[in-house]
Every structure is written in structure tokens, then in C-alpha cells.
């Protein structure tokens, strides 16, 4: 996870992109249980990390300098993505709706990327167009994201805690 890989803040977070697509795709190929629980619990904490960077380092960054509906969505976003993420890694492939849950969270994931990558208009076209130094930012976000690998590789991350949208109970 060297700083070299990622050319600035942007590219490190479309590898991120990149990497959990490829586990989405492995997962809809999946047969066995164990292999399916596997590839859930990595997606789980793939994103579990890249929500933590993005909503602690990166949106920040960027607040009142690219439009604050971008990056509000973009909450709202993660928060309907931290509700399945919780129930995906504390279930198993024996609970009922688990393959759907992970199918509506790639869903989820592929909206959510479209609009940060989306050309001239999504967020990280915005973000370009700031004075925020992408290379500075980058750089933080590596720290924190090895330091949440780490965490997640000794004890296990937190459950992804909604921040925008407060849920009630049923």
C-alpha cells in the first residue's frame, strides 16, 4: 500500500473501488458457504475502512469547497451501505435474504461509485477543481487506512455506525 500506487487522494480511492467490485464479482461466482462468508466478511471490511477515510479525512477536505448535496448524499449513501454491511457481517450464507443483501449492497456500492466517478459533475470531478492538495490528502488517508487494517486484522473493526440517517426501531 505504498503512497507510489496511488498518484493522489482520488486514485487510492478508485482502487478501493476497483478492489471491492472484483469481491462482488467473486462472491455472485461463489458456491460454498465458507467461500461466500469469506468473500462477505472482506467486502464487509473493505468498505467498513474506505467509509471511515472517505468520512474522516476526505469529506471534510472538501466541505463548502465542491457542493455540500454531493457530499450530504454521500452520507446518506454510506449509512444505507453501514446498515447491510452490519447485517451481512454478523449473519452467515445460511440466513435467510443473505445472498440479497449482499446483492442490494453492490447495488448500493455501484450508485454510490457512479456518482463520486461520474465525469465533469460527480464529486471527485469536483474535488479536481479545489485547491485541496490531493497528494497531502492522500497521504493521511494511507496512514489511517493501515492503521485501520491493522485494527481489523488484530480485533476486528466496530460495527460502521450510521451518521446521517437515525434509524428507529420497528
Not at 112 to 124: L, T
Amino acid at each position: 500500500m505504498a503512497s507510489e500506487n496511488y498518484t493522489d487522494a482520488i486514485a487510492l480511492l478508485k482502487a478501493d473501488h476497483r478492489k471491492v467490485e472484483n469481491l462482488f464479482e467473486q462472491f455472485e461466482k461463489a458456491t460454498s458457504a465458507s467461500r461466500k462468508q469469506k468473500l462477505a466478511h472482506e467486502i464487509c471490511t473493505e468498505l467498513k475502512i474506505h467509509t471511515l477515510i472517505e468520512e474522516e479525512i476526505f469529506y471534510p477536505a472538501f466541505r463548502g469547497k465542491i457542493k455540500d448535496k454531493t457530499l450530504d448524499e454521500a452520507y446518506v449513501e454510506h449509512d444505507g451501505a453501514k446498515v447491510l454491511v452490519n447485517d451481512i457481517d454478523a449473519g452467515s450464507p445460511d440466513d435467510d435474504f443473505y445472498d440479497a443483501k449482499v446483492k442490494v449492497l453492490s447495488e448500493e456500492i455501484k450508485h454510490h461509485v457512479h456518482e463520486e466517478e461520474m465525469p465533469s459533475e460527480g464529486m471527485f470531478a469536483q474535488c479536481r477543481k479545489t485547491d485541496v492538495d490531493l497528494v497531502a490528502l492522500r497521504d493521511q488517508m494511507l496512514a489511517r487506512k493501515k492503521e485501520l487494517m491493522a485494527q481489523a486484522k488484530s480485533a476486528g473493526l466496530p460495527l460502521a455506525k450510521p451518521a446521517a440517517v437515525h434509524l428507529i426501531a420497528a
